[in-house]
């Protein structure tokens, strides 16, 4: 393992609030996430995971301390450059968050026009290609409010894979999915971590997931108080 | 739509299809520009033809150059100045002629008691006052005693009437004491200030306004000789004519004149201009309203657009989309509708209201400016969508 890790912090730490109801929720958070792995980080809600996403993720500008994504230092960056770093990743969160008035297709084609028009020239035949893979083959032009829970959710994944980004940060990505749904989600990303060296943070607490982990972080308080490989 | 929208913009038409997914505000946003467009282009319209119609008179005239009284602000009013300056003025090269032209106002008392104002215009029959052939091929007639011609689009008057006199029989009606015998018609239509014209002799103009004499006419009217240069007649007969009572005009400026004191110092030219201030508030207020309800509503998918990594002016291309839609969309029923009531209007009151080809693309131009306003505000509430609080 030569090459630097994707995702470095060192002495993260962060607060909300101001003044007297000021409260630290991170501390000192020290990690190096390897390339093309699936971590997955475990905690009770308010333990900080989320936090400690948002600021990697670049959707929280760092406070104190310092965090290394894919070689750019996040502290003190302009908000241009967050939002260019914003672009080598994938976000699923938990809500699935489309865009009703788009259609499937649509929707993830918006992962891809974020490269601009070059990128989003084959967007179809990408589109397409994921959504047959997540099982969609057949809802491509439904509406979202057309879509049951799972399939928004697995439309959602195409949207942030379709970019090919080299880190996915995932929050609780399978709530809304069925066991089988959710296998073959996790079974992509891996895949992708195998084939790509695509990396996946990835906040759950699906034991099933846990099973499949390559590491698994536990964080309590805003301090990280386990690392499992 | 789609497709089309898609090539011009080179990425999905967000604005369009979330305007075209929530039908019921896109007809009411739609509505709404199209209500401001029409009020703006009937205010227009009213304005035009006010400005349009202070010609009307002016275009009767067969003169070149016209002499006022200094006072004059517009056709009907003023005071009379000295015909003396007449003789002066012929006297000048390059005029071939003049004639003094007597004006007045008039009720034409109707059978059922309502009154028709009517501008009555007094003229010497020897003389060719108007280029008007309805009229100058019966300036002889006129030379008889209470002898009138009268314009037949004199607002809100049975049209049988006029057809009448046209056809052979006079028409006699009773006013300031006298009875005037109207044998003809012509046709010019009454502005903002009378309903309609009157034509008479100098002779019988006298008869009627006992007050008024020969020697004080409102109104020279010069007409020059083929070949002199107006410029020079006109700087010769502003240094002749003392300019305490006199004011010398070319026709074009007389009515731009008229035309600026009308649309500036009147309360009618104020109170369209209001109407359409009016209008423009009505529209920017509607589609702000549209538009911010529209990012509101769409605040979680513009947060998650925005953790993907779409920078704001990607946000604002959305909200300009929008904004332009509603725009063309409002535009063109504002447009249709208002023509059907320019039509309506000019047939019922006798006023023409004309689209003309720049107010159209200037209303369209400020309606696209005005969407783009309220887009401008809408988009502050962009700065509420964060992805950080999407997890």
């Known amino acids: ?229 | 739509m789609t497709a089309f929208l898609e090539k011009l913009l080179g990425r999905v038409p967000i604005g369009w299809l979330q305007l075209s997914h929530n039908r019921v505000r896109l007809i009411a946003a739609v509505a709404g520009v199209a209500f401001a467009n029409l009020l703006v282009l009937m205010q227009l319209g009213f304005f035009g033809a006010l400005v349009g119609s202070v010609r009307f008179p002016y275009d009767q005239f067969n003169a070149d150059i016209l002499i006022s009284a200094s006072d004059m602000n517009t056709l009907t009013d003023g005071s009379p100045l000295p015909r003396q300056r007449m003789f002066e003025a012929l006297a000048v090269p390059g005029v071939a002629g003049a004639t003094p032209l007597y004006f007045a106002k008039l009720d034409w008392k109707q059978p059922d008691g309502t009154i028709r104002q009517l501008d009555v215009f007094g003229v010497d029959p020897a003389a060719r006052a108007f280029r008007n052939p309805e009229i100058n091929g019966r300036l002889a007639d006129l030379s008889m005693s209470d002898i009138a011609l009268l314009d037949r689009k004199t607002r809100n008057v049975s049209k049988a009437l006029f057809a009448s006199i046209d056809a052979g029989t006079p028409y006699t009606f009773e006013t300031k004491g006298r009875t005037l015998k109207v044998i003809g018609t012509f046709g010019v239509g009454g502005g903002f200030s009378a309903d309609g014209e009157l034509v008479v002799s100098d002779q019988t103009f006298f008869k009627l306004f006992a007050n008024r004499m020969a020697g004080a006419p409102n109104l020279i009217l010069i007409r020059l000789e083929p070949g002199a240069v107006p410029a020079r007649v006109l700087a010769e007969l502003r240094a002749i004519l003392p300019d305490y009572d006199s004011a010398v005009r070319t026709v074009e400026e007389a009515i731009w004149r008229d035309q600026r004191f009308q649309t500036t110092q009147r309360p009618v030219g104020i109170v369209f201009g209001f109407g359409v201030i009016i209008g423009i508030l009505v529209g920017l207020i509607i589609v702000y309203q549209v538009l911010s309800t529209d990012v509101a509503d769409h605040m979680r998918e513009y947060a998650t657009f925005k953790a993907i990594g779409y920078p704001q002016r990607f946000f604002m291309s959305i909200i300009f989309e929008e904004a332009f839609i509603l725009a063309i969309l409002g535009f063109i029923p504002g447009f249709v509708i208002s023509l059907i009531l320019y039509a309506i209007v000019t047939k019922a009151i006798s006023l023409p209201l004309a689209m003309t080809a720049a107010r159209a693309f200037g209303v369209l131009a400020g309606t696209i400016v005005m969407c783009s306003i309220s887009g401008a505000i809408a988009t502050r509430k962009l700065a509420r969508a964060n992805p950080a609080d999407l997890f």
Not at chain 1, 30 to 43: F, H, M, Q, S, W
Not at chain 1, 131 to 156: D, F, I
């Open chain 1, 1 to 229: 393992m030569d090459a630097p890790a994707p995702i470095i912090t060192r002495g993260l730490c962060h607060w909300f609030g101001e003044g007297e109801a000021k409260k630290q929720a991170l501390f000192d958070i020290d990690l190096e996430i390897e390339a093309g792995k699936l971590t997955v980080l475990v905690g009770a809600s308010g333990s900080g995971k989320t936090t400690l996403l948002t600021l990697i993720g670049c959707l929280r500008r760092v406070q104190a301390g310092s965090v290394t994504l894919l070689g750019t230092e996040l502290a003190g960056a302009s908000e241009t450059m967050l939002i260019a770093s914003r672009r080598r990743l994938g976000f699923i969160f938990q809500a699935h968050n489309l865009h009703d008035s788009l259609t499937a297709m649509q929707n993830v084609r918006m992962g891809l026009d974020v490269h601009g028009r070059a990128a989003a020239e084959n967007w179809q035949a990408a589109a397409r290609h994921l959504l047959t893979l997540l099982g969609l083959e057949e809802r491509l032009e439904y509406l979202p409010g057309n879509l049951s829970g799972g399939q928004k959710q697995r439309v959602a994944i195409a949207r942030a894979l379709v970019g090919n980004p080299d880190i996915v940060f995932a929050d609780e990505p399978t709530a809304a999915l069925d066991k089988d749904s959710a296998m073959n989600a996790v079974d992509l990303l891996k895949r992708l971590g195998r084939e790509r060296g695509t990396t996946t943070l990835m906040v759950t607490h699906d034991s099933k997931i846990l099973d499949r982990a390559d590491r698994i972080i536990t964080m309590d308080d805003g301090r990280i108080t386990g690392d499992s490989r």
